[in-house]
């Protein structure tokens, strides 16, 4: 039986074998050194005594483990990772790592891997990693709980450009945004030229904060294979679950389940193997998923969004499967643009609907200009585009509940000749999809939004009363208009999320007066009924 994963062991680290893998073999427990860069390279971004490029990346039960990779200068064999609970001194684990050596072009550097295992569930814990050369600062890593728990994850669109001046500051953004993220998926296209390492450290360092303290899921674009074909480079920075198919066994094709959430990460550059990826698919999502909610991710979307792009291979193998098992999310990019929709037979009134919603975004500076609204592969293969924007960078914060799940694009950066006209730090779009009592899930634009009676007073016929309106990290915005029966008795305007408004008009001082929000095209309507007896 093949390993689920990569495993070190809890033993004196003297003892750790080193086995030879060859760029195309997954059998080994413990991975070897793979030399594949010539000594001596040139490189901007050399490799050190000191660990850089960490990253946390799931395991197959992150309830009780973790996997941590970093890269050092070759020949630090003693490297490891030491952990300890958050606030305390002593260890509670020390895990041996196993190297692979670079595999682009740039001088010897070695890519150290290490599972933290025998963890409690749901608890803090803090880690380092490094060995007698220079260990890294000590950063937070929280396990899962068991179960399924509320938590927010976050997901990217391509970086590829801009690696110094546009991905940074949209990370910051999403990190001053959802301080308390998880998890963060990566759809692909990381970088523009695989074998360029020093773009791979401006990646790393970009979103070093991001990269190091939450669960990094990645899955390869097509720039991961841009002049590195096996692509070994993407390889040697990330170990994932190897739980795939039989006939793709590497770390790019595998799944990760967090609180309740099935995470299945697909090789779309892998058009050959897309109908193996669709069968195990199959398995993994339906027959062998006990989650609540399913998302996946790849790079090439199934409804391209930008102008003069198509992939109707992955459309043919992998769109039936999605609607088949009711996937909940299917997160992709490649086209440098930002879209929504769904299938147009799944629509079930007035901006609802129910099946897989498919998102495309972009997080770099690279932008394609956006297909016409009313006639591209979404309209062309019955598909409604719901939403789309150009020259837009952004990050979505996706929040989960067990019945419910709040997706939110937020904008990070803009390019010139941008389609919106909000500013940085707005919401540019959202939907929740809530689930029934009888496991029914509908899809709704807009966020939740909740009225919040704060204070109310009636003299006579009149009076005013004060409220709150709440979405999740929205302040709603526009008017909110008071009734009774049929009858408007008072509106106001909102101001920070509060408004308000004077009533006149009241015909009995016992009866309710209705509050009404129509929405801003971000929070959804809403209404509170206020008794006024």
């Not at 380092?128 to 509320?150: F, I, L, Q």
């Not at 301080?179 to 390492?197: F, K, S, V």
């Not at 924007?389 to 000749?417: C, F, M, N, P, W």
């Not at 966020?447 to 009363?465: A, C, D, E, N, Y």
């Amino acid at each position: 039986m093949r390993p689920l994963h990569r495993r070190s062991r809890l033993l004196p680290l003297l003892l750790v074998p080193v086995l030879a893998l060859t760029p195309l073999a997954t059998q080994s427990v413990v991975p070897g050194p793979r030399l594949l860069a010539p000594a001596g390279a040139e490189t901007d971004d050399p490799a050190t005594g000191v660990p850089d490029r960490i990253v946390l990346n799931p395991t197959e039960d992150t309830a009780t483990s973790a996997m941590v990779t970093w890269r050092t200068a070759a020949g630090l064999d003693d490297h490891r990772a030491q952990v300890r609970r958050a606030g305390e001194r002593t260890l509670v684990g020390e895990y041996p790592s196993w190297n692979e050596e670079s595999a682009m072009s740039q001088p010897e550097a070695e890519h150290h891997s290490a599972l933290m295992d025998g963890l409690a569930p749901g608890t803090a814990y803090e880690y380092r990693v490094g060995g007698e050369a220079g260990w890294s600062r000590w950063r937070p890593v929280r396990t899962a709980a068991e179960g399924s728990e509320p938590f927010t994850f976050l997901y990217f669109g391509d970086a590829q450009n801009g690696l110094t001046d546009r991905w940074p500051p949209v990370v910051r953004r999403a990190l001053r945004g959802e301080p308390d993220a998880r998890l963060t998926l990566h759809e692909g296209d990381q970088i523009n030229e695989a074998d360029n390492d020093p773009e791979w450290g401006d990646w790393f360092r970009g979103a070093e904060r991001l990269l190091t303290s939450t669960l990094t899921l990645t899955s390869p674009g097509n720039h991961e294979y841009s002049g590195n074909q096996f692509i070994t480079g993407y390889r040697a920075h990330y170990e994932y679950p190897l739980n795939g198919p039989p006939l793709l066994r590497h770390e790019d094709v595998y799944y990760a389940d967090y609180q309740g959430v099935r995470f299945i990460g697909l090789n779309a550059n892998q058009q050959l193997g897309a109908p193996d990826q669709a069968i195990w698919l199959r398995r993994i999502a339906l027959t062998e998923n006990p989650m609540d909610w399913t998302v996946v991710f790849f790079h090439h979307p199934v409804f391209s969004a930008s102008e003069g792009r198509d992939n109707p291979q992955l459309r043919a193998f992998w769109l039936p499967t999605f609607e088949e098992l009711g996937i909940d999310l299917v997160l992709q990019g490649h086209d440098h643009t930002y879209a929504r929709g769904h299938l147009t037979e799944n629509e079930t009134g007035p901006g609802t609907h129910v099946g897989p919603t498919y998102v495309v975004s972009v997080a770099g500076s690279k932008y394609y200009d956006l297909a016409l609204a009313d006639d591209n592969v979404w309209t062309q293969n019955d598909a409604t585009r719901v939403l789309a924007h150009g020259r837009t960078s952004t990050y979505q914060a996706i929040s989960v509940s067990q019945d419910r799940l709040v997706y939110r694009s937020v904008i990070g950066a803009k390019g010139e000749g941008s389609t919106t006209d909000r500013e940085r730090g707005d919401l540019l779009d959202a939907f929740t999809i809530t689930r029934g009592e009888d496991g029914t899930k509908v899809v709704e634009g807009g966020l939740p939004t909740r009225v919040k009676v704060q204070r109310t007073r009636v003299q006579g016929r009149s009076g005013f009363v004060v409220a709150r309106l709440l979405a999740p990290r929205h302040r709603p915005t526009g008017r909110v208009t008071a009734w009774v029966g049929e009858e408007k008795v008072g509106a106001g305007r909102l101001r920070n999320g509060r408004v308000r408004i004077t009533l006149r008009g009241l015909p009995r001082r016992d009866q309710a007066v209705e509050l009404r929000y129509s929405g801003d095209g971000r929070a959804r309507a809403a209404t509170r009924a206020v008794p006024l007896g």
